[in-house]
């Protein structure tokens, strides 16, 4: 089931997926909840809009909804943030504001390989040929993801949020 939603300007705080070198990183969930904390770093954000342990991941300039069972899909502009109100940006964090677009979102639950695999078939083979919208490039997907966003967890439930126009 897809649910089509307006959502308004998108102002978040969050993390780019490269290093000092400019390459992403290997291990990017390692690093992430790791050495880097990100739950600490979000959680001291007063202005967040998001519970603790949820996050967007921005997949920024893209002209469709990625492969995200592929390690590349995460190398190339991938954003962590949290959606903020803006009034402090805590070190090594970045703000970025996305435009307001017209979005499809979709549920993917399972195992975060194969619900990402399936949902991703979904939207090309099924929902995108079949309706009245195509992928809106101004937009920018992102996965919201919710407190059952374990990484190997068969309980992972995340919203794909594709920014979509008229054909």
């Keep these: 089931m897809v649910k089509l939603r ?33 739950d600490a770093k979000f959680d001291s954000i007063p202005s967040k809009v998001q519970d603790s342990g949820c996050y967007l991941g921005l ?18 502009e991938f954003f962590l943030a949290v959606e903020v109100k803006l009034d402090f940006i805590p070190e090594g964090l970045v703000q970025k504001t996305f435009p307001a677009s017209t979005y499809a979102i979709f549920t993917a639950n399972g195992v975060p390989h194969s619900a990402f695999q399936n949902t991703w078939n979904h939207i090309h083979n ?7 919208y195509m992928f809106n490039p101004d937009g920018v997907f992102f996965i919201q993801y919710t407190e059952n966003s374990g990484p190997d967890d068969e309980r992972f439930e995340a919203h794909l949020c594709v920014p979509i126009k008229k054909k």
Aim: charged share 20%; glycine share 6%.
């Design 6 to 38: 307006d959502l308004p300007e998108l102002q978040v705080i969050g993390w780019t997926n490269v290093n000092a070198s400019g390459e992403p990183y290997p291990n990017l969930w390692e690093f992430v909840f790791g050495e880097l904390d990100i």
């Design 59 to 76: 997949f920024q300039n893209r002209t469709s909804v990625p492969r995200l069972w592929e390690q590349a899909a995460w190398d190339h």
């Design 126 to 132: 099924e929902w995108l040929p079949h309706s009245e």
